[in-house]
C-alpha cells in the first residue's frame, strides 16, 4: 500500500473479479492396437479422418479397437488415443542379410513407425549429379560412328518394350549409372520424345565379326539391349538419329535439379497400400543439405536429417553414413510386421497404453473407453481400478465381450452372459457399462462388423451437460448402426438395469436408443446415476482448480468470504440450468476454527441436491361418472 506523509490522493484497487470457469468436457481416451503411428504417446486427434492419417486404416485385426475410437468421434471432436506396444516392427531399407540388420549398412531409412504398412513405403533421393544426364546424344548411333566395323546393325524395334543398338568403344555407356525405374528420354527431334521408366540395361562386347569377346584388344564395339516398362510409340523417320536421356525416376516431382552438393529425397507409397494409388508421393524434400548447420532463407534448418525428424510422417534417418555416400538411390523399405492382433494383445501391453492417462496431472479427460471387449473382464477391471478410481474424475465406459453378445440364436444366453460379465467387474460409480455390440459398416473395407458401443456411449455422454443424462429417445440415439447384436425385450432390460447394465435397445419409429443411466456402483444412492457422478466429478474439479487460487492467502474472514462469493454464483448458475436443486458453501469460521487455521488448513463445505433423471413414468387414467366433479376424487388416488 501506498504511503504518504503530506495531504495526497492514495489510490488502490482490489481485485473482485474471479470467478470459477464455466464446466467444460476434457477429451475421451482409449489405448489399443492400430496399424501405424507412435507407440507408448497419447495423441490428440479431433476426427475419424485425422484418426486414419495417424494411427491407420482398420484391419481384421483391429477393427474393435479402431470403430470404438471413430463412433466416438462421430459424437465429439477430441479424443486421446495410445497406440499399445504389440510386438510390430519397423519395416526398415537395411541389408537383410546382415546378421546385426541394425547396422543399416545399405539402407539410409527406416519406416518412421512399426508396422506392416511401412512396407508399402519407398524412399529415393538424388544429388545434383545424378539428376538427369545424357546416354546417346542425336546421332551417337549411327553406323558411321563405329569405325572398322562393317558387321554393325542397328536393331531399333518400334512399339515395343525393348531397344538394341550399338556404340562404338569411345561412347560407351556405364550401365551401372543406370537404375531400374529411372526415366529414360527416348526419341530425337524428329519424332518427338517419350519419357518412359527402365526395366533393365545390359552391356554385350562385340569383336568385328559381331560375336562376343571378353578380350579388350579385340572389342569393336558394345551391344545395348534397353529394356523398358511399357512400350514406346515412335514413328520410323530418321532412324539413325536416335537420343537417349537418363534421368532419375522422381525428377518430375521437382522440375530442376538441386544446388550442387545438396539432394532432393521423394517418399513414395509404393504399392498403393498407404494413398490408394501406387506410386504417389506421400512426401517430397526439396533441395536439402548434409551440412548440420545449413539454413533456408527463412533461418529454418536445412539439414536433411533435421527436417526429416521434425517433418515426417513415414520415415526417419536412419544411416547417416550410407546417404551421404549416395548420389543416386532407391530404397524399398521392407521386413516390418504388424505384430499381434487386439484379441491376441494381452493386459500388459494394453495396461501399458492405460497408463499413459492414470495422471490427471498431466493429461485432463473425462471418458477412458475400454474398446474392444474382453472375456476375462481383466481389461476392463484394470481401466475401472487404475484409471478411473485413481483420478476420480472420469468415467470408465465397459462394453461385454463379443463371445457374450454375438450369437443369432441364443437370445437367453445373451443377457446370461452379459449378466455374468458386470459381476465379474468391481463395483464403482466411476464406470458405466452397455448392454453389448451393434453391426456396423466398414467402409474401409467394404463390409460390415460388430464393434462394441462403448465409444457410442460416451460419445452420448458427451453431447450433455454433465448433470444430465444421456439416455432416452431424446438424447441416446445410437449413431452408425445396422442392428444390434443383443437387443433386450422389456423383461430382460428389467433384469440389465437391476444388474446396473444399461440397456441399449432397438424400437421400431425410434431407432437404437441407449435405455439407462446407472454407473457400476451396486448400490442404491444419488451416485448409482451417471449424471449425478459427472456433476460431482464436474464440480468438484472446478472447484478444486479454484481453490488453488487460494493457497499461501491468509485464513481469515476476507478469504473466507472471498471464497464462499466466487464459488456461490458457479452452482447457482447450474442450479438456474436445473443440474442442482439446491446447494449450500459454508467457509466461515464454523469449520475454520481456530485449530485448524493454526495448522494452516483452510476447509469449506459444500452441500449439493442434485438433480435425478426420471427412470419410471405412472400415468393413471381415471374414468368416471358425468356427475362427478373432478375435486372429490383427485386428492383420494
Known sequence: MAFSVSPSVIVREVDASAAVPAIATPPAAIAGVFRWGPVGEAILVSSENELVSRFGEPTNDNYETFFVAADYLSYANALYVARVDNGAVAASASDTSNANTQLHTFGGFDALYPGALGNSIDVSYCKSDDFSDVLIDVGDITASKITGNTQISQTISFNSSSVTFEVAPAERITVADVNVGDLIRIGNDSVGYQEIPVSSLSETALDSAGDETANNALISSYEYVLTLSNNYLLAETDLNKLSLERKWKHAGLFGVAPQSGNYHIAVIDGDGSVAGEAGVALEIYTDVSTTSTAKTSDGSTNYYKDVIDQRSDWVKVANTAHFEAQTLAYEDLANGTDGTSESATGLGALAGGYDLFANDNEIDVSFVLQGKGDNSGNVANYIISNIAESRKDCIAFISPSKEAVVDENKTNAKLTNVIAYRNALQNSSYFFMDSGYKYRYDKYNDTYRYVPLNGDMAGLASRVEPYESPAGFRKGVIKNVVKLAFNPSKAQRDQLY?????????????????????????????????????????????????????????NDEFSQTQFKNIVEPFLRDIQGRRGIID?????????????????GKFRANIFIKPARSINVIELTFVATRSGIEFEEIVGSL
Do not use: C, H
Open 498 to 554: 437391476s444388474s446396473d447394465v444399461n440397456p441399449v435397445m432397438s424400437q421400431v419409429g425410434q431407432g437404437v436408443v441407449l435405455f439407462g443411466d446407472k454407473t457400476g456402483l451396486g448400490l442404491p444412492t444419488a451416485f448409482s446415476s451417471i449424471n449425478v457422478r459427472r456433476l460431482f466429478i464436474a464440480v468438484e474439479k472446478v472447484i478444486a482448480n479454484t481453490a488453488q487460487t487460494f493457497l499461501f492467502e491468509l
Open 583 to 599: 446447494f449450500r458453501v459454508v467457509s466461515d469460521s464454523t469449520v475454520n476454527t481456530p485449530a485448524i487455521v493454526d495448522q
